[in-house]
């Protein structure tokens, strides 16, 4: 009779974790589709011809699909005053700049911040954290004056000075480095490392699944980096600026702006892919313990 209770309630803490675990499954999977929905409605969009944008109700899918907008957007690149490689290259470049740089003073401020005794520390950890509460759209027109006094203005240091330095990228290294126990750091001081040489050959290895989450983070912010505010010369302006002006034209290119848009999102989803294992590492694994 005791045996017979114990396998009910086992068969029962059986079924209730079962039915959490499908519950879960089914939480994500929906959560999931409604985030890739946008993808999946950006392709759909780019491959319909322009008779079915005035098909009412709207379908979430495509009658007749025609990849004439590629080729129509190919064919207006051709056309434009800048020729379409210059807005590919400045995006490039401009993304690979800010990415680079941002990973490499984010890691070194918050080094700095995480394992570095001084007068004054805690104060700049809470302006961090504080300073994520606010969007860069509140420093835009200081922002904009500091640039003009260094006489910035309609150049590649307008789009990439600005948006090196992240509150962001420094707290998510923080929090990272901030785990790192003190005895490797301080056992490497003994062994008469510098400062520099313990960031860099110590800590800094350790930091690959937390450096790869900022990369990603990084790459998206500057790829869709925008040039209207600070560059007026074409010649400078990005990608994404190309694509806004192709879709204010109206809508008969409407279906071009799309295929611009589908364009630029494969850059930003093939980084996701190469470093999605590091971020699901960085989820896992909360860091060294001591």
């Known amino acids: 009779m005791a045996n017979e209770k114990?396998?009910?309630?086992?068969?029962?803490?059986?079924?209730?974790?079962?039915?959490?675990?499908?519950?879960?499954?089914?939480?994500?999977?929906?959560l999931g589709l409604f985030m890739a929905f946008p993808i999946y409605l950006a392709v759909v969009m780019s491959i319909k011809p322009s008779q079915e944008w005035f098909i009412f109700p709207p379908k979430l899918y495509a009658i007749d699909p025609t990849f004439d907008n590629f080729r129509e957007m190919f064919k207006v690149a051709g056309q434009l005053w800048v020729p379409f490689s210059r807005y590919v290259f400045n995006s490039c470049f401009i993304t690979v700049t800010v990415t680079v740089a941002q990973c490499f003073t984010a890691s070194m401020a918050a080094f700095v911040l995480a394992k570095g005794k001084f007068r004054g520390s805690k104060v700049l950890n809470s302006v961090i954290v504080i300073s994520l509460l606010?969007?860069?759209?509140?420093?835009?027109?200081?922002?904009?004056?500091?640039?003009?006094?260094?006489?910035?203005?309609?150049?590649?240091?307008?789009?990439?000075?600005?948006?090196?330095?992240?509150?962001?990228?420094?707290?998510?290294?923080?929090q990272s480095i901030g785990q790192v126990p003190d005895a490797m750091i301080e056992a490497a001081k003994v062994d008469g490392a510098s400062m520099f040489q313990i960031c860099w050959k110590i800590v800094m290895p350790n930091q690959k699944p937390a450096l790869m989450t900022l990369i990603i983070f990084a790459f998206q912010a500057a790829w869709n980096i925008q040039a209207n505010t600070y560059v007026f010369d074409e010649s400078l302006k990005t990608l994404p600026t190309a694509v806004?002006?192709?879709?204010?034209?109206?809508?008969?290119?409407?279906?071009?702006?799309?295929?611009?848009?589908?364009?630029?999102?494969?850059?930003?989803v093939?980084?996701?892919?190469?470093?999605?294992?590091?971020?699901?590492?960085?989820?896992?694994?909360?860091?060294?313990?001591d």
């Open 244 to 268: 806004t002006q192709a879709a204010a034209s109206g809508i008969a290119r409407q279906g071009v702006a799309m295929a611009a848009a589908v364009f630029m999102l494969i850059p930003p």
């Open 6 to 30: 114990k396998m009910k309630a086992s068969n029962k803490q059986v079924g209730n974790r079962l039915a959490g675990t499908i519950g879960i499954f089914v939480f994500l999977l929906v």
């Open 134 to 174: 606010y969007q860069s759209n509140v420093i835009y027109i200081v922002q904009y004056m500091v640039i003009a006094k260094l006489g910035m203005i309609d150049t590649y240091f307008a789009l990439i000075l600005p948006s090196i330095a992240t509150p962001m990228g420094v707290f998510l290294m923080r």
């Open 270 to 289: 093939v980084v996701f892919m190469l470093a999605q294992k590091n971020v699901i590492e960085t989820m896992a694994h909360s860091g060294i313990k």
